[in-house]
């Protein structure tokens, strides 16, 4: 599982992360951190992961590199004490803002929607611009959200959405959530928001290449965004258009519980990790 992860995580510790981001910004991306840790138990499990971002918040000033945060309300307690969860995604973002910086709520799985896009509301109203929210394709709600969202010209990345969820709530067939995809991106562009492309999916891509075109969109209406490790020659591939690129990176020491849960989760992401082992193990082999 460690040799499995080492693509797809930074390390155990936050100087992994800043090695990673700095290597990266080197090769003109940008990128975003994720503390490891997700469905906490307790509220000083919850308190231990905000400490690690505002620790991570710290160390991206000190050591000046191009990166913001991505967070998950139940990391930080959203399960265990709402209100508490509420404070700390405050208090990060009121930081973030000290540093000009900027702190993305990730989307969890669809028992957390409606209370994260809540949340998200109510930092909007309190002025807090500097927050972000997640839209999953593949919800059939998500065009609706978009509705109701985007009079607040929010910043949103769009991505398929990884968790299993049942078909009365969610499209099922990848073509489907294709479609959904690129209705979501183009509403939202339509209402005037940001948005972060988060796919690795090159139909998409392309796309989405083809609506900014067509919209003659500017470098502050979007920015694509993949996963650290996954498809690097489209991120190249992009960095060379001139668009933005943010590799989303994980560290942590719960890095065992993260790979593991997402594989059991996800069998298509089993899948992928499978293809990818297969094809580094033959790549020596056909140099
Ligand atoms: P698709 O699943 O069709 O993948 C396209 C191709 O990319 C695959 O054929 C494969 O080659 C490769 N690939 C994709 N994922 C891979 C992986 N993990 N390992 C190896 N290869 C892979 N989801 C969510 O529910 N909430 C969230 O907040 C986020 N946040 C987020 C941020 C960013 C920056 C990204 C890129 C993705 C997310 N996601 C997410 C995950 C997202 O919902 C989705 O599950 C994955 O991005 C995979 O879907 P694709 O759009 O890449 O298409």
Redesign the pocket.
């Known amino acids: 599982m460690r040799r499995l992860s080492d ?2 995580i930074a390390g155990p510790e936050l100087a992994d992360a800043i090695d990673t981001v700095r290597a990266l910004n080197e090769a003109g991306r940008k990128a ?1 951190l994720d503390v490891l840790g997700e469905e906490v138990a307790t509220a000083d499990e919850a308190l231990a992961i905000r400490a690690e971002y505002e620790q991570a918040m710290t160390a991206i000033e000190d050591e000046g590199v191009d990166a913001n945060v ?1 967070v ?1 309300l139940t990391g930080l307690g959203l399960k265990v004490d709402p209100e508490l969860c509420a404070e700390s995604v405050r208090a990060l973002v009121e930081i973030a803002a000290g540093h000009g910086r900027f702190v ?6 669809s028992s957390t929607t409606a209370a994260t896009l809540d949340l998200y509301r109510e930092l909007r109203a309190e002025g807090h611009l500097n927050v972000g929210i ?1 839209l ?3 919800l059939r709600r998500t065009l609706d959200d978009v509705g109701e969202l985007v009079e607040l010209q929010p910043n949103v ?1 769009v ?5 299993v969820e049942p078909a009365d709530i969610a499209y099922q067939g ?1 073509e489907a ?2 479609f959904n ?1 690129v209705e979501t991106i183009a509403a939202l562009w339509e209402g005037g928001a940001k948005v ?1 492309v ?5 139909a ?1 891509v392309a796309k989405a290449l083809e609506l900014i075109r067509d919209r003659g969109l500017g470098l502050e209406r979007y920015e694509f ?3 650290l ?3 690097e020659e ?1 991120a190249d591939e992009l960095v060379r258009g001139g668009h933005t690129v ?3 990176v994980p560290y942590g020491r719960k890095w065992y519980e993260y790979s593991l849960r ?1 594989l059991q989760e ?1 069998p ?2 089993a899948g ?2 499978a ?2 082992v297969v094809r580094h193990l033959r790549e020596p082999l056909s140099r």
């Open positions: 693509r797809y975003t991505s998950k993305r709520i990730d989307m969890e799985d997640v999953q394709a593949m990345r991505c398929k959405g990884i968790y990848d959530v294709r995809f972060a988060a796919t690795h999916d090159g998409l965004q993949l996963l490790g996954v498809r489209l943010r590799i989303y997402r996800n298509k992401l992928y990790v293809r990818d």
